[in-house]
């Protein structure tokens, strides 16, 4: 037996020993591939710093390079980091790179730059310009506050232009300071670049003084900085500055040339524009346009015109600066055939919004409804966005046409619209006559249009009030916007007063009136029979309704009218009216409003001589 055991252990040894062989084998194999086509992660060297050596022809990199998706990303993101490489600041620097470029992944990137210990400035700046790029300057200036200050990432001289634009971009002129004098205390004041930003960056800030030191601080100076310090005094509004240091440069370019042309034109000075202008080496596509915009802005339409014409090659800028001046200049025939012009043979331009802006108001001012919507069918069918401004010029060009329905269809097609499209509306109301659809919107602007009227408002409804005969209704919408929302009255406003009191027969008070161009009319103390007026109306209206009769008897007893109320209670009690239905139109609501105010006002007025 004892012979059998040990038989049977040596057995046991020889196979424990070919399984141990055959492990040995195994582990000898490298290790199988998670995606067969993906390459895998080739042995490198150690730096003496104990990172791994890693070259630009790497096969990971290359592999990276290639990407065109976020799924392939992911896998190869993986083996970069299980193979420990993420940490080399080459793969970490390629990671961050294909993140922003191509995906556009922000925050994947911020995230990869968390993952790597030590980043370096390549990463950092590389996040802050796709922030930048993708319109995101606050988020770059927290992500360079919380990421790269608050890690101590040693900061470069890429670093400070892109941060010193993005304080320009935000206006915050403190993160400015705090720049600049980063930038003294590294000492990177003395490079070019981050020099040039500086001065760029005071100019938006509208310090040209002190990027007039930067620039005056600096021993080498480029286009560039010539460039920006001439810009920056011309949009300051010192051109004569601008003049001198135009004057002292060693070269220029066409970008310098306009800079002086634009100061010109803003200033009105076109003799000396034209003399730069034909100085110049050669003129571009913005020469030509600076030169009929100062035209267009000094009101010489002949000189814009001449040099329209004489443009070699016109762009949608040329055209739309002569088509606003026409429109300004009340030609609005010559704008029409311009556009015309535009469309047939315009240099292969098409029309933007501003072109079609122009044309609308030209078309509603001569009442070119066929002009109008060949416009509009041509907005829609070119899947034009129309902004506020479109869909008001759009709308005022039906409303001034008369077609109500047209501008009530762009009306409520607008999310977000201006007093301007509210007065269009009322103002297309007014012209056709309907002043209960008028004053229902002045109604709706109160209720849903979170703007207040303005003087403009005033006009159109008591315009629309006066074509209407609406007389009550027009003095209460008087009294209310001067009251309530303290619209100044003005001259054309009490030229309306005026014609509303000639048609209710108060020619005397009409007299009265004229020549007050401030003073605000009180009408509902001065003439008490007018609550008698608006019953009467109200109970045409509503006449199965108790309110008018109730509003009227609280008006008699505070004047003392008793026999009034009585003769009021009466007529009640005849018609046996006990309740106010609830589904009052604007009309009657206005009438209701009025009633309530002169009999506040009438108790006011009682409690005062009794007193």
């Known amino acids: 037996m004892s012979l059998g055991l040990s038989r049977s252990r040596g057995r046991g040894n020889s196979i424990s020993l070919d399984k141990f062989i055959e492990c040995r084998k195994n582990l000898s194999k490298p290790s199988p591939r998670l995606w067969p086509h993906d390459p895998r992660p080739q042995t490198t060297h150690l730096e003496e710093t104990g990172e791994p050596i890693v070259e630009i022809h790497h096969p990971l990199l290359q592999k990276l390079e290639s990407l065109r998706s976020l799924n392939d990303f992911d896998q190869v993101y993986a083996q970069i980091v299980v193979s420990g490489l993420l940490q080399h600041s080459l793969v970490s620097g390629r990671v961050i790179k294909k993140l922003c470029t191509c995906f556009n992944s922000v925050p994947r990137a911020a995230s990869v ?106 021993y080498m100076l480029d286009l560039v900085s010539w460039n920006l310090m001439v810009d920056g005094y011309v949009k300051k509004g010192r051109v004569d500055i601008a003049r001198k240091l135009f004057d002292e440069m060693p070269e220029r370019d066409v970008f310098t040339w306009n800079s002086m042309l634009c100061g010109y034109a803003k200033v009105k000075d076109m003799e000396e524009a034209l003399y730069l202008f034909e100085a110049m080496p050669a003129p571009d596509a913005v020469s030509w346009n600076c030169m009929i915009d100062g035209y267009a802005a000094a009101g010489d339409v002949v000189m814009a015109r001449v040099f329209f014409d004489r443009m070699p090659r016109r762009n949608v800028v040329s055209w739309n600066t002569i088509l606003a001046l026409y429109v300004r200049n009340k030609n609005y025939t010559e704008c029409l055939r311009l556009y015309e012009e535009m469309v047939d043979k315009g240099d292969g331009f098409k029309p933007n919004k501003a072109s079609i802006t122009s044309v609308l108001t030209a078309c509603g001012k001569l009442g070119r409804i066929d002009i109008g919507k060949r416009i509009h069918l041509y907005v829609t069918s070119n899947s034009i966005k129309s902004d506020m401004l479109l869909s008001t010029a759009l709308l005022t060009m039906y409303a001034k046409c008369g077609v109500m329905d047209m501008a009530r269809e762009v009306f409520d097609g607008m999310r977000e619209r201006s007093i301007v499209s509210w007065n269009s509306m009322i103002m297309g109301y007014g012209m056709s006559g309907d002043g209960e659809k008028a004053a229902e919107m002045v109604l709706d602007l109160e209720k849903y249009g979170n703007i207040e009227p303005n003087g403009a408002t005033l006009v159109c409804v008591l315009s629309a009030c006066v074509n209407a005969g609406m007389v009550l209704e027009g003095w209460w919408v008087y009294d209310r916007l001067t009251r309530i929302y303290n619209v100044e009255p003005k001259v054309e406003h009490h030229g309306c007063l005026v014609n509303l009191l000639a048609l209710a027969g108060l020619t005397k008070d009409s007299e009265e009136l004229k020549g007050k161009e401030t003073q605000s009319v009180i009408w509902t103390i001065s003439h008490l029979d007018i609550g008698e007026i608006l019953a009467k109306r109200l109970m045409r209206l509503k006449p199965s309704e108790v309110g008018p009769y109730v509003l009227l008897s609280y008006v008699y007893a505070i004047d003392g009218k008793w026999e009034g109320v009585e003769k009021v209670r009466r007529m009640m009690d005849d018609a046996k009216l006990c309740r106010i239905v609830s589904n009052s139109s604007c009309i009657t609501s206005i009438l209701y409003s009025m009633l309530c105010e002169i009999g506040f006002e009438l108790k006011i007025s009682t409690q005062t001589v009794a007193n």
Do not use: W
């Open 113 to 218: 730059f968390d993952s790597v210990d030590e980043p370096d400035a390549f990463l950092g700046n590389t996040i802050l310009r796709c922030l930048l790029n993708s319109i995101q300057p606050l988020g770059a200036l927290r992500f360079y506050y919380e990421k790269m200050v608050a890690r101590c990432v040693l900061q470069n001289h890429y670093t400070f232009p892109l941060i010193a634009k993005v304080c320009a971009e935000i206006g915050f002129v403190k993160d400015g300071e705090k720049i600049h004098a980063l930038v003294s205390k590294q000492g990177f004041d003395l490079d070019l670049f981050v020099r040039n930003s500086l001065i760029h960056m005071y100019s938006v800030f509208g310090r040209i003084r002190d990027a007039h030191k930067v620039f005056d601080g600096g």
